[in-house]
């Protein structure tokens, strides 16, 4: 059974593509398939991982009927992980596609004539709860919120889940709250400690794992790659997202314990 969680934020540079690509990678390389799907019309992780190759065919293409769901989905080296890229789309033509995407039931249909091999679908979407936000939330199981620890990040994190509320009022009961994702945190400013703890005393579902500010996050955003994919030592920032995904499998099989069926353990012996 397929699962799909959304990026949800108000704000912008939070490090929503940044958490996205790293997951979806973590997530894989703990076993589960996966699909990371690029909702952003300006393209981040298409161009991330294809060095601005605008030409990647994806999900804009698929609404228009132009490709089929095979040819949409790109595999990447990585086992287990698979792209579909935002697609070839003329920088004047983003409002029809933000419109194409946003109205009712469109997303839902088009993410289902693709992701029906995955396990997990990692939606990365554009900053802002406009349009492209909401379908996709409409579209999903769990919504996943990064927020900066920094002080005016707190109004955003209500702001995010007021539209989570009425998302799921309206339009898609299932939809879960994944968590609360602290990213950016920075471990020698006191300011960002202060409001890591309202964070933690002021609201439900903050995850334990935080993302700290760190420079290999800007070089490994710089060479398209995850910060797992940097050569030389495995840096501890990407532990941080095995972590994650571990936090992340968690939480879902307590929320959605029909996941649990796809991943059986063999019985196995210590000595
Ligand atoms: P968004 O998708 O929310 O706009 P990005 O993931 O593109 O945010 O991140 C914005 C910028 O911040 C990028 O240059 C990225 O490399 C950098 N960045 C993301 N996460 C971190 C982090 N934990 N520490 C330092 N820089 C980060
Ligand atoms: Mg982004």
Same mark, same amino acid.
């Not at 089929?68 to 029809?96: F, H, I, Q, W, Y």
């Given at each position: &059974?397929?699962?799909?969680? $959304?990026?949800?934020s108000?704000?912008?540079?939070?490090?929503k $593509?940044?958490v *996205?690509?790293?997951?979806?990678?973590?997530?894989a390389? /703990?076993?589960?398939?996966?699909?990371?799907?690029?909702?952003?019309p300006?393209?981040?992780i298409g161009?991330?991982?294809a060095?601005?190759?605008?030409?990647?065919?994806?999900?804009?293409?698929?609404?228009m009927?132009? !490709?089929?769901?095979?040819?949409? @989905?790109?595999p990447? =080296?990585?086992?287990?992980?698979?792209?579909?890229?935002?697609?070839?789309?003329?920088?004047?033509?983003?409002?029809?596609?933000?419109?194409?995407?946003?109205?009712?039931?469109?997303? *839902?249909?088009?993410?289902? /004539? @693709?992701?029906? +091999?995955?396990? @997990?679908?990692?939606?990365? #979407?554009?900053?802002?709860?406009?349009?492209? #936000? =909401?379908?996709?939330?409409?579209?999903?199981?769990?919504?996943? &919120?990064?927020?900066?620890?920094?002080?005016?990040?707190?109004?955003?994190?209500s702001?995010?889940?007021?539209?989570?509320? =009425?998302? /799921?009022?309206?339009?898609?009961?299932?939809l879960?709250?994944?968590? !609360?994702?602290?990213?950016?945190?920075?471990?020698?400013?006191?300011? *960002?400690?202060?409001?890591?703890?309202?964070?933690?005393?002021?609201?439900?579902g903050?995850?334990? #794992?935080?993302?700290?500010r760190?420079?290999?996050?800007?070089?490994?955003?710089?060479?398209?790659?995850?910060?797992?994919?940097? +050569?030389? =030592?495995? *840096?501890?920032?990407?532990?941080?997202?095995?972590?994650?995904?571990?936090?992340?499998d968690?939480?879902?099989?307590?929320?959605?314990?029909?996941?649990? #069926?796809?991943?059986?353990?063999?019985?196995?012996?210590?000595?």
């Amino acid at each position: &059974m397929t699962h799909r969680i $959304t990026m949800c934020s108000q704000k912008g540079g939070v490090g929503k $593509t940044t958490v *996205s690509l790293n997951l979806a990678l973590a997530m894989a390389e /703990r076993g589960r398939k996966v699909l990371l799907v690029d909702l952003d019309p300006q393209g981040g992780i298409g161009h991330a991982l294809a060095r601005g190759d605008t030409e990647l065919v994806g999900l804009a293409d698929l609404l228009m009927e132009q !490709i089929s769901p095979e040819e949409a @989905v790109l595999p990447t =080296r990585v086992p287990n992980l698979s792209l579909l890229p935002r697609g070839r789309l003329d920088p004047v033509d983003a409002c029809e596609y933000e419109l194409a995407v946003g109205a009712r039931g469109v997303l *839902s249909s088009s993410l289902s /004539r @693709v992701d029906g +091999p995955f396990d @997990v679908v990692v939606i990365d #979407t554009p900053s802002g709860l406009g349009l492209v #936000t =909401r379908a996709a939330l409409a579209a999903s199981d769990f919504a996943l &919120m990064p927020f900066q620890a920094e002080p005016l990040a707190l109004r955003s994190v209500s702001q995010a889940l007021r539209v989570i509320d =009425r998302v /799921r009022l309206t339009e898609n009961p299932r939809l879960e709250l994944l968590g !609360i994702l602290p990213t950016m945190v920075d471990r020698n400013n006191d300011p *960002s400690h202060d409001v890591m703890l309202e964070m933690w005393t002021g609201f439900e579902g903050v995850l334990d #794992t935080a993302i700290p500010r760190a420079d290999v996050f800007s070089k490994a955003s710089a060479m398209g790659l995850p910060v797992g994919f940097l +050569p030389g =030592r495995i *840096s501890p920032e990407a532990r941080r997202f095995e972590m994650l995904a571990a936090e992340l499998d968690t939480h879902m099989l307590m929320l959605k314990p029909e996941m649990e #069926t796809t991943h059986e353990q063999p019985q196995r012996a210590l000595l």
